[in-house]
């Protein structure tokens, strides 16, 4: 009942010493996600709250520990490279949890990226969660709830917002993808609905969006042309000035482009439910999905 | 982050990118020293503040023009005095306007035909891209809408960089020749290797000339710089002009806070920047103006939300909060011994509104119902928001 992630993904966490790192780490490793490996140059050969093997390198951990699934957690100036590593290493998903990663980097990543068949969740995102199954990422575990509600957003707490309205109305969650709040990002809405459309466990959609870039245009064309399943959505930043960046990179309407306006409209033209407020996305999906 | 056009013309000059002699200063007694030595031709004396529109702006006492032609060095002394110290409006300042507190003044060019150029990252292609135009000097969204066949774009791929062959294309596209094509182009890489080199987020250079002479000459620039990545900038970070700033916005980004004054009458407070956003929304939504963006984050402390106590409430404006927290890996009550101890801290004196959802909720509403402060309490967003709209109307 998801995608992306499952009870088998096997995890490695770059940064897994740093503060944060550790942290969520843990965290994860209580709600039961296979945690098999942490990578942190130098610290290779410690263990990891007395029983996960820490690496020198990525490649070691795919080899040795087995991991297909990479968090990264490396401080900005590094995760870059960390995720370019996980590439090199034949991870075939990367899920970027730092924030603040310099754009000229990301382009780079990008570019490499498209070169190859890893798929890169993030940067500056919550991660991913299958209730029940596999948290990677520092959402908090118990809102959640499986179940066949798939959720994309681009913010993290108000993914948890969605969660929760999803979760207290009774319904649970296939799978939750925080895409992120960067500029430039591994997986857009587009390619999270695709997957949630093409998950047969995944029976109704919610996506969340907000001001800047026109992904959540392009992801509606998508709709209209293909989803039949039903799709909620809500737009962040109807109020937000123009020019200026609203805490996410990527969250800014400049020259008349990005506007929650647009995004609203082209949701409405493709039958998406519209939330007119962060309190009513449980409830416009219910609507949407007749139950 | 934003630079003055002086400052970006340093860089230019730094990079090999030809523009105009120029010479920037902050004080009158200056003034004479930069006239005489410029040439003896035209000078244009140009207001420094960091929104665009300087040209068409009109100064606060009446007097027009940001940007000015002189004739001679008496006039440019006159335009400059009027300048200083006074406060420029602009479309992009909004009705309060910029104290103008530097001077810029420029030897005038010989323009034979002006151009547009710009660089920057663009989000579809997840790459630079070089665009350019024969239509300079006016506004490059509206050539966008009217003329778009004038627009032409080379998409650089950021592993290897601009290549000669797309640079020495745009030039011919504009209509360049011969030696003067080489000059084009040579400007537009060295363009391209400074907003690389510097993480700009964007080049702009509008116009760029060409000259009699067969010279090609940046006779503006402006310029903003990817914030995630100054801290490989210590150059670039001494530019920043505080003066430019909110005062509010700075203090803020002493404590990590993402902070963003707006004109209503209620503060919020929230963590993420997406549900912070939202909050604006919601109370605009129920009949009420935010005073603010503020984000304290995933991971706020209690120093950190009482510095953000401190900031709200130093806005005069204000006169009601809302606090929204989704408590996930933050637990509620932690973030209610938060607010209990800033409003303690800050001697709050305004209707303060909370909503606590999340980890330990029930704990938090106790703290909070506990603490004798005069806090309402609500259960949804919705409910928070229709409370303190309604609390501020009442009052």
């Not at chain 1, 075939?92 to 310099?102: K, M, V």
């Not at chain 2, 007694?29 to 005489?36: G, N, S, V």
């Not at chain 2, 801290?231 to 803020?252: G, P, Q, S, T, V």
């Not at chain 2, 402060?373 to 109307?393: G, M, R, Y």
């Amino acid at each position: 009942m998801s995608v992306l992630v499952n009870k088998n993904t096997r995890v490695v966490f770059t940064g897994i010493t740093g503060k944060s790192g550790g942290f969520h780490a843990k965290q994860c490793m209580d709600y039961g996600t296979q945690v098999v490996a942490g990578v942190t140059p130098g610290r290779g050969g410690q263990l990891f709250e007395g029983s996960v093997p820490v690496f020198n390198a990525v490649t070691d951990s795919v080899e040795q520990a087995g991991a297909n699934t990479a968090c990264v957690f490396v401080p900005p100036p590094f995760a870059a490279d960390s995720i370019l590593e996980c590439l090199d290493a034949g991870i075939e998903l990367i899920i970027a949890i730092t924030e603040g990663i310099p754009v000229n980097d990301m382009a780079k990543v990008k570019k490499k990226l498209l070169q190859t068949d890893a798929r890169l969740i993030g940067p500056n995102c919550p991660g991913v969660i299958t209730p029940g199954e596999c948290k990677i990422g520092i959402m908090p575990g118990y809102i959640h709830k499986p179940g066949t509600v798939g959720i994309v957003s681009r913010s993290g707490t108000l993914t948890y917002e969605a969660v929760w309205q999803v979760t207290s109305l009774g319904y649970g969650q296939s799978t939750c993808i925080g895409i992120g709040g960067d500029p430039i990002n591994g997986t857009n809405h587009t390619d999270a609905i695709k997957l949630f459309n093409e998950d047969p466990d995944t029976e109704a959609i919610v996506m969340i969006g907000e001001i800047g870039g026109d992904a959540e245009e392009n992801a509606c064309a998508y709709i209209k042309e293909h989803v039949k399943k039903p799709v909620a959505g809500f737009i962040a930043g109807t109020t937000a000035p123009p020019g200026r960046r609203m805490g996410h990179a990527g969250a800014i309407v400049s020259g008349g482009s990005g506007t929650a306006e647009a995004k609203i409209a082209a949701m409405e033209a493709a039958g998406v439910a519209v939330a007119k407020t962060p309190t009513d996305m449980g409830t416009a999906l219910l609507a949407a999905w007749g139950k | 982050m934003n630079i003055h056009e002086y400052q970006a013309k340093e860089l230019f000059e730094k990079y090999g990118i030809p523009c105009p002699k120029g010479h920037a200063t902050d004080s009158k007694e200056a003034f004479e020293p930069c006239i005489d030595r410029l040439g003896d031709g035209l000078i244009v004396v140009k207001s420094q503040i960091h929104a665009g529109g300087r040209g068409k702006g009109t100064f606060t006492d009446g007097f027009q023009g940001g940007v000015k032609l002189a004739k001679s060095k008496e006039e440019a002394l006159d335009f400059a005095n009027r300048m200083l110290s006074n406060t420029l409006v602009t479309i992009q300042t909004g009705p309060a306007g910029r104290e103008v507190q530097t001077v810029y003044f420029t030897e005038g060019a010989d323009i034979e035909k002006e151009y547009y150029l710009a660089i920057l990252m663009e989000r579809a292609t997840s790459a630079p891209v070089v665009v350019a135009s024969t239509e300079g000097g006016v506004e490059i969204e509206k050539v966008a809408e009217e003329n778009p066949e004038k627009i032409f774009k080379a998409f650089v791929d950021p592993t290897i960089g601009l290549q000669p062959h797309q640079a020495r294309n745009i030039a011919f596209k504009l209509g360049f020749e011969g030696k003067q094509a080489g000059e084009c182009a040579k400007l537009i890489l060295n363009l391209y290797k400074m907003f690389w080199d510097k993480d700009a987020d964007m080049v702009e250079v509008n116009p760029m000339i060409s000259t009699p002479e067969g010279g090609v000459m940046a006779l503006d620039a402006k310029v903003s710089f990817d914030s995630n990545a100054l801290y490989r900038h210590k150059d670039i970070m001494a530019y920043r002009d505080l003066n430019e700033e909110d005062a509010k916005e700075i203090e803020a980004s002493k404590y990590d806070l993402n902070y963003i004054a707006l004109d209503g009458n209620i503060a919020c407070l929230v963590n993420g920047a997406g549900l912070a956003m939202a909050t604006m929304d919601i109370i605009n939504h129920c009949g009420g103006e935010a005073a603010n963006f503020l984000d304290v984050g995933g991971g706020a402390t209690a120093e950190q939300v009482t510095a953000a106590f401190k900031i709200i409430l130093s806005d005069p404006k204000v006169e009601g909060i809302l606090v929204n927290i989704f408590g996930g890996i933050m637990q509620c009550d932690v973030i209610a011994q938060g607010v209990i101890e800033a409003a303690e801290a800050v001697e709050l004196n305004k209707p303060l509104v909370v909503r606590l959802e999340g980890t330990n909720v029930s704990e938090g509403k106790k703290l909070l119902a506990d603490s004798g402060l005069e806090i309402t309490s609500a259960d949804s967003l919705a409910d928070a928001a229709q409370k303190i709209v309604d609390i501020v109307a009442k009052n």
